[in-house]
């Protein structure tokens, strides 16, 4: 099993960045390939980007295309979400998730293992 914990939320202007971290302890985190989503007040789950394995492959959503960058660092278990150009829509409960793969997928189903999700709210 792996344990993920997602920090690096918090409160930011229209405009302006975050960086979130998700740190995963367990078994070998070179073995997962990693998702965020993202969940809103009312709103279903929404995926928002996914890294493989390696750190080679990557993929998003159309909506953060260009403002958000997804990276990992497998010698420090640490996958990380870069949030620059942020959007008052953005605010959601942002989560990281991992399956046992070497690609990412869009569907939170594809996914065995979460994180406690962390908070982005983006002011206008």
Same mark, same amino acid.
């Given at each position: ?10 409160? !930011?202007? @229209?405009?302006?960045?975050? +960086?979130?971290?998700? @740190?995963?302890?367990? +078994?070998?985190? *070179? ?6 989503? *993202? ?5 279903? *789950?929404? %995926? !928002? @980007? $996914?890294?493989?394995?390696?750190? +080679?492959?990557?993929?998003? !959503? ?5 403002? %958000?960058?997804?990276? +990992?660092? /497998?010698?420090? /278990? ?18 990281? $998730? @991992? ?6 997928? *869009?569907?939170?189903? $594809? ?8 908070? !982005?709210?983006?002011?206008?």
């Amino acid at each position: 099993q792996v344990q993920l914990v997602e920090s690096g939320g918090g409160l !930011v202007q @229209a405009g302006g960045s975050l +960086r979130l971290s998700c @740190a995963a302890s367990g +078994r070998p985190f *070179r073995s997962y390939a990693v998702g965020w989503f *993202r969940q809103a007040p009312g709103k279903e *789950r929404e %995926f !928002v @980007a $996914a890294v493989g394995s390696s750190g +080679r492959t990557s993929k998003y !959503v159309d909506s953060v295309r260009g403002r %958000f960058t997804i990276s +990992r660092d /497998n010698a420090k /278990n640490t996958v990380y979400l870069q949030m620059d150009s942020l959007k008052p829509e953005d605010t959601a409960v942002y989560y990281c $998730a @991992a399956r046992t793969a070497l690609s990412g997928s *869009r569907e939170y189903v $594809a996914y065995d293992y979460w994180g406690q999700g962390t908070q !982005v709210t983006v002011s206008s």
